[in-house]
């Protein structure tokens, strides 16, 4: 009875062992993570519109149907990064992630009113030269630090009708996404 | 002990993924968010759950996403019933609705209608709360055509909130899910 009871609880703490090895492991080992999502729709350089979500096509990505998505990679080994344009006066907002999916900084135009985004994005070193004073950058810009250098943008932009959507998309594509040229 | 060492880990894991009630998910009536989805260095529940997930999650400032995939009285949403999405929802500058089916994604609405509701686009009672439906047969008040078979999700994106982000107050009003009738 002892035994077969200290049977069950070594099955139980070894069970408990392999529940805290899959959750640790996935984020490293999972190959559908949003990153390799994008990165399998084009290439890295410059803003990219993600096509409208329709009900014949699968969203993996999990889009919103009402919101204009555009997306960029940007490598900050390469130098500081920015995403940077006008938008139209209606709810806009920015996100960046790191390489396994989780958010690194996000903002929004809270009041609606704000039509321009001028994001710059920099890691540690980069943030050092810049308290430093190392490195010129123009004023207003909103400095971002990440703790890594891959880095993915996503510009959501919500058109106020469908009918828009088209005038809304090209204002997206028309963003500036890169590295700051140093 | 293998065989339960076994179940333990990967059907713990399975569960805290899926369901994720007791690992960083909330609950409120049938919809369900992960509180921590979107700032920067979640905890690893919610980490292992946005890589498994794979979406782009909103970000904390963004706003909230919730998902329902039962009805307030816990039955599986079905597409063959009819649902009436009833209540008000926490302030925010505005908010979406989509059916989607749980494996794809994609939007289950009838191909060329429109795909989901849009907090701008209701008719609304005086008080401000809103009656929606969701069912493939006709209804009254703001109604969404749903096309197909099987179960099907409800995703809700609060865009600009703040109802869990400590304030606390609003949090407890997202509407109901009842199902009225079946096919």
Request: net charge negative.
């Amino acid at each position: 009875m002892i035994r077969t009871g200290l049977w069950i609880l070594g099955g139980l703490v070894l069970g408990g062992i392999i529940h805290l090895v899959v959750i640790l492991l996935l984020p490293m080992l999972s190959a559908n993570a949003a990153w390799d999502r994008v990165a399998a729709l084009g290439p890295a350089e410059g803003m990219q519109v993600l096509a409208a979500v329709s009900t014949d096509k699968p969203n993996p990505l999990r889009l919103d149907p009402e919101l204009a998505y555009a997306v960029c990679r940007v490598d900050l080994r390469k130098g500081p990064g920015t995403v940077a344009g006008n938008l139209p006066r209606a709810f806009w907002s920015v996100a960046v992630y790191g390489r396994d999916g989780t958010v690194v900084y996000s903002t929004t135009n809270r009041d609606s009113t704000s039509t321009l985004l001028d994001l710059g994005l920099f890691n540690p070193a980069q943030t050092r030269l810049l308290a430093e004073q190392k490195l010129d950058i123009a004023e207003g810009l909103l400095i971002v630090e990440a703790q890594e250098d891959d880095l993915l943008i996503v510009v959501r932009l919500a058109p106020p009708h469908p009918a828009m959507r088209a005038r809304y998309e090209q204002a997206l594509a028309n963003l500036k996404c890169g590295n700051l040229p140093t | 002990m293998i065989v339960i060492a076994l179940g333990t880990g990967f059907g713990l894991s399975w569960y805290a993924l899926n369901d994720g009630r007791l690992f960083g998910a909330v609950e409120i009536g049938p919809w369900q968010a992960w509180r921590d989805v979107g700032v920067p260095g979640p905890d690893p529940y919610t980490r292992a759950h946005i890589a498994r997930a794979g979406a782009l999650e909103l970000g904390a400032s963004e706003g909230l996403q919730f998902v329902a995939t039962f009805d307030s009285d816990n039955r599986r949403l079905d597409r063959n019933c009819r649902y009436r999405i009833d209540g008000s929802t926490p302030p925010a500058r505005f908010w979406t609705l989509v059916p989607v089916a749980p494996d794809s994604g994609a939007p289950i609405t009838r191909p060329g209608g429109p795909t989901d509701f849009h907090s701008a686009r209701l008719s609304r009672a005086p008080d401000g709360s809103v009656e929606l439906y969701v069912s493939k047969t006709l209804a009254p008040q703001n109604w969404l055509e749903i096309a197909g078979d099987g179960p099907f999700d409800l995703v809700l994106s609060l865009y600009d909130t703040s109802s869990l982000s400590g304030t606390g107050a609003n949090v407890a009003t997202l509407p109901s899910i009842i199902r009225e009738a079946c096919a």
